[in-house]
């Protein structure tokens, strides 16, 4: 529980990647997601081109592929959106496997796949390589006002305890037979919400009292000295610079 | 909701990041008038309690969820600025280290989630609140009504942005039409579980709610049944649709308007069913036309309530508990 130790997101490994200071990572993930996202889809090979670096970095991170492909599955829903546009789609048709769809809509599938997954892995791999702590304090570094960055940190920290909580109010419930089939039967689902924000507003009055007890003023101490040397900045540009080349290609050679 | 990367052009997710930015920035100075560094942490376990009320799953239809946005909850709990702050940093979060909606689609992932869901819901909440009773039990309803639009407005913004960045050739209006018919349906249970989600923290402890600050409430009182909450909820549909909507403007709306205007109205066509029965809003045989669009509003207001009650019949599960949210 708490800070440091999200394992469901982190990949504890000793890789060059890992050692990259945070907010070098960050600007490396959001320059290349920006650059596969304004690559034009009829360019195949710049995806073809991407998906293999990206797949480097995977390997030298060491980040297990059975891991990156089952974070995947948060995209599924949007997969399944874009399965549909080719029948849905209008416009000229064209024959695949002897069914007419629509060549836009076919076109606008790959586009979406493609950009989604690209730009789902890498956040995959900037989340699986740098502790949640550290990303935030990456996040600071990059001027990101102080008082979402801290939101977001004690949201990470209480995170667990909350759905923890959470769950055991549904186990709870389901213990007690309770379970629902029609609409004003939702009352209990809604209740445990009240008093799961109540709870947890109360925990954070208490975390806030206990803070002060050991000497909080205001701002958490910096445990991270993550100073970018010159050289590190240019081994995280590669993969930016890389999807920019591509996207710019892209659109000359179109 | 979380849209993935290149789901909308590269122009509109500019468009959409500069809007949310500066709405973001306006809220985060408002918040840090009154949040001082004293609070922090509760705006982060109110963070925490978004996200986990996120993972609140209702089924719609085949194969869709829909899940709490909580953005109107955020509201109507912490207050606009503070609900908008606090979903925009789940959002955030949620894209960069869950991976649950891409980077560059963050400008109109806060933009429909956070923004407009708090922002909005707080502003019907406001309206909705001055004519409810001042009882915990029409602050609450007041809660769940701005809960259900703010999802529809939500759908709608979604709608809105892909009118002009589409990377599909599907129509606006066929995405306008899918969009607002599920998340009527999602809205009718987001309203549900924040009017009763708010009505169990004013019952405990109304001095947490930002939204009944400052008035004096009467306690419940007599326990009301969420039957009767339901039939209310229907009859205010049946008004709405039978008697309200013979003030509704004939001329055309917004969107109609710019289709006329910029000569794409001829390549829209009419749906199939443009013949049917109640096509228009007006009912086919009926001479009066007052009674004609009561009817043909009624109508509709039972059917969608036929469809959304079989939907929630079919897609529950009747053996199994409810499924562990996680």
Redesign the interface.
Known sequence: MGAGHAHALYVHEHSPVHRLPPHVKIVSAVAFVVAVAVTPREALWAFGIDAIALLTVRGVARIPMRFVLARLAVILPFVAFAFVLPFVGEGEKTDVLGISVSEEGLWAMWNILAKATLGAATSILLAATTEVPRLLKGFERLRVPRLLTAIASFMLRYLEVITGELRRMRVAMAARGYSPRWIWQAKPIATSAGALFIRSYERGERIHAAMLARGFTGVMPDLYADTATRRQWLTATALPLLGATLAILGWVLR | M??????LN?GT?VATGAVSLGAVGVA?RQ??DV???????????????I???Q??NFPVAA??TGH?LGGA?AAV?LGPAMGA??V???V??Q??????G????LGYNILNMAVVTAIGGWAVFVLLRRVMPKTVNGLSLAAGLAAATSVVMSSMAFSIEWLFGA?????FA?VFGAMVTVHLLIG??EG??????????LS??PD?VKGAEGMDLEPAGRKR???A??IGGLAVAFVIATVVAQFAVDDPDGLERVATDTGFAESGRDSTLSDTLFSDYATQGLGNEALSLAVAGATGTLITLAVG?GL??IV?D?????R???
Do not use: E
């Not at chain 2, 942490?41 to 963070?47: C, E």
């Not at chain 2, 891409?102 to 689609?105: D, F, I, K, N, V």
């Not at chain 2, 549900?192 to 923290?201: G, Y």
């Open positions: 979380h849209a993935p990367d290149g789901f590269a997710a985060l918040t840090r949040l001082q560094d004293r609070q922090i942490p509760l705006a982060g376990v109110a963070a925490a309690f996200f986990a009320a993972m609140v194969g869709t709490l909850l709990l702050v606090v925009t940093v789940v955030v979060i894209a960069l280290a869950f991976a649950d891409g980077l560059t689609a990377t599909a050739p599907v129509s066929k009718i249970g549900i579980i924040t009017a009763l989600a708010v009505r169990s923290v405990v402890r947490l049944s969420l039957r909450l339901t009650w929630f019949a529950r009747r053996r199994r508990p409810a562990s949210p996680v």
